[in-house]
């Protein structure tokens, strides 16, 4: 049987990857053997207790090595949106004493824009910066946005429904000689993007483990040493006195695997994804489907594929696609099952532009091949062409 006479049958195939990705079988094991072999509370000082702080204390230093930090400066969170509220509400709390004025864009994930709501309601001002045709901000708007009382600047560093990815160097580099702490959400950039927290000039950053093959319910946030923030939690002085609670010794062994595994492989994964767009481009040219790529003359995320199907309603595409056991995103998962319009689209194309209601997102991962895709391309042609036909003999 060939690859695509069994992807014919199974008529499963997973392209969703930035909403959330499969396990990896190796981190698994390694969250078991973290299960049976480290049961003890990291905080205890018994022996099970100090072999378990040892697993706890090698993974949090091999992860800190994966962005070029201080094992001191990783905290372990329940996730992304977790890591991004500390980071946010946490900042703005404890430097409010030297102003209260917040910069952030208009696309960011709901877990900073819910969180700059938040603190708009306790006081703070915020400012949103609307991105270009690109999908990306622009260091000007940035600039001239920055007051003396601002306090955080928090810009994402890869988009989760349009993949473009921020000028995160350029930012560190002009916040260098501002008071402003500066953060980046970078759940779907991390493990794909080479990041040296140190030479991009980040302060905060955010990660989630489900999003690079790891569990779901950890993640962690760098926070550099010397930078002042208000925690959320309180009880134990666990995570040095910044996050109480004892720790998910599983889920943090699960993401130290992961992240190791996605670094090892990450040139090769690249090459794969890039191809992957290419390659789907060239079949829907091939076959004469209008569309077209948001973000596409900006620097992107290599796993996210935001296309624009004009005249095609992405609701009708997604659930034909389902049909044909195809999993695809209209863009953001913490959004799915809402009927507003997603606010990065939104962001993009502005409030009225047909562009929101016909832009799908294919993401790539563990598992995806050359014959999936094309598979998927294909089925795609079709639907495309179906669809359109019945709206031309309405």
């Known amino acids: 049987m060939t690859k695509k006479e069994a992807i014919l049958v199974e008529k499963r195939i997973y392209l969703d990857h930035a909403a959330t990705s499969p396990i990896h079988p190796e981190v698994v094991q ?72 917040i910069i952030t864009s208009t696309i960011e994930h709901h877990a900073v824009l819910r969180a700059c709501e938040f603190l708009e309601t306790k006081g703070f001002e915020v400012t949103y910066l609307p991105i270009n045709s690109e999908g990306v901000i622009e260091l000007q708007e940035l600039k001239t946005a920055l007051r003396e009382d601002t306090i955080l600047v928090s810009i994402m560093y890869g988009n989760n429904e349009i993949g473009t990815i921020q000028p995160i160097s350029e930012i560190g580099e002009l916040l260098s000689e501002h008071q402003a702490v500066f953060h980046t959400d970078a759940v779907q950039a991390y493990g794909l993007a080479e990041i040296d927290v140190k030479a991009m000039g980040i302060d905060l950053l955010s990660t989630s483990s489900h999003k690079i093959n790891g569990p779901r319910g950890i993640g962690f946030l760098y926070c550099k040493n010397g930078v002042r923030l208000e925690y959320p939690f309180h009880g134990g002085e666990q995570e040095r006195k910044r996050r109480a609670g004892t720790e998910n010794l599983a889920g943090i062994a699960g993401m130290n695997a992961a992240q190791k ?36 003359s900006a620097s992107t995320l290599p796993h996210v594929f935001s296309v624009r199907f004009p005249d095609v309603s992405i609701e009708q595409l997604l659930m034909n696609l389902d049909m044909e056991g195809i999993a695809v995103s209209s863009g953001s998962a913490c959004t799915a099952g809402t009927v507003d319009p997603s606010h990065v689209l939104v962001a993009l194309y502005g409030e009225e532009h047909p562009g929101i209601q016909e832009t799908v997102r294919f993401s790539f991962g563990l598992g995806n091949s050359l014959e999936e895709v094309e598979y998927a391309a294909e089925k795609v042609v079709g639907i495309v062409k179906r669809l359109k036909k019945k709206v031309s003999e309405k």
């Open 30 to 101: 390694a969250m078991l053997g973290a299960i049976s072999g480290s049961y003890g509370n990291p905080s205890s000082i018994h022996f099970a207790g100090r072999e378990a702080r040892k697993v706890l204390d090698e993974c949090r230093a091999e992860i800190a090595a994966s962005i070029h930090a201080d094992e001191k400066e990783i905290i372990f969170t329940s996730g992304g949106t977790e890591s991004d509220n500390t980071a946010v509400i946490g900042a703005a709390y404890a430097n409010q004493e030297k102003g209260r004025h």
């Open 261 to 296: 595994i996605i670094h090892k492989e990450r040139a090769a994964k690249t090459e794969d994804y890039l191809f992957f767009k290419q390659r789907m481009a060239e079949f829907w040219r091939e076959n004469g489907i209008d569309f077209s790529v948001n973000g596409a």
